[in-house]
């Protein structure tokens, strides 16, 4: 079975205020994207690696991540899209014909763990495909446009979407060649798939797979570097 990650690291980080694109920011003098790539490419599971990049970005990423910090499993660097769902494609359409397993996980997202790629991987081997997700624990409210209160779920079957999201290869092709034709876009691959009558499982994620998007997110991702240190030297 071959597995392949398909790693986002084409947004444009507005809202980060930063001179830097937010993948690129340092954690103690690291890339995000390069703790990102380390959990994949540690992971024994994992047999490849595509980057997408913002187009002009690609070669800073090449030299810069991927080359000064020798990931091996990086196939190739594939410039992504105007929209999320246009760089997941784009990433798809470059995927290895023997592939069985896509993996598509945020490169802002530096603290997935090893057990939680080996859980969904594994599961989606057996299940349509597969979403890292945690429990809301607070009340949602529902509201129209007015801002008026239309309804309060039952948070108890309600979950927060995380990444990785994991698919059989051709379960996805066929959910992104739907979307295309429909006209329908989404912001995560789940809702593609689900679109079609696929069912998709979760595997509880954790507080720590952050994704870094604003300043707060980086904060809070020097803490938790820094704890996951502490408990590393016990």
């Given at each position: 079975m071959k597995v392949t990650a398909i790693i986002l690291a084409a947004g444009k980080g507005k809202r980060m205020l930063h001179s830097l694109p937010k993948h690129f920011i340092r954690l103690e003098n690291k890339p995000v994207l390069a703790y990102t790539l380390d959990a994949f490419e540690k992971c024994p599971d994992v047999n490849q690696v595509l980057i997408v990049s913002r187009s002009g970005e690609e070669e800073y990423c090449l030299k810069e991540v991927v080359e000064m910090y020798g990931y091996k499993k990086v196939l190739k660097i594939v410039i992504g899209g105007e929209r999320r769902q246009d760089s997941v494609y784009n990433g798809i359409k470059e995927l290895d014909e023997d592939t069985d397993i896509v993996i598509v996980h945020d490169g802002?997202?530096?603290?997935?763990?090893?057990?939680?790629?080996?859980?969904?991987?594994?599961?989606?081997?057996?299940?349509?495909?597969?979403?890292?997700?945690?429990?809301?624990?607070?009340?949602?409210?529902?509201?129209?446009?007015?801002?008026?209160?239309?309804?309060?779920?039952?948070?108890?079957?309600?979950?927060?979407?995380?990444?990785?999201?994991?698919?059989?290869?051709?379960?996805?092709?066929?959910?992104?060649?739907?979307?295309?034709?429909?006209?329908?876009?989404?912001?995560d691959e789940s809702s593609l798939v689900e679109r079609l009558g696929y069912k998709v499982k979760i595997v509880e994620g954790s507080p720590d797979n952050i994704k870094i998007t604003t300043k707060e997110d980086l904060l809070l991702a020097e803490l938790i570097l820094r704890m996951q240190k502490k408990k590393s030297m016990k």
């Open positions: 802002v997202r530096p603290f997935v763990s090893q057990k939680i790629l080996s859980e969904t991987i594994k599961l989606a081997m057996f299940a349509d495909g597969v979403v890292t997700a945690v429990p809301v624990k607070d009340t949602i409210k529902e509201a129209g446009d007015d801002k008026t209160i239309r309804s309060t779920p039952d948070r108890s079957s309600l979950w927060y979407a995380q990444t990785p999201q994991v698919f059989k290869k051709r379960i996805l092709e066929e959910a992104f060649i739907m979307a295309y034709g429909d006209r329908v876009s989404v912001t």
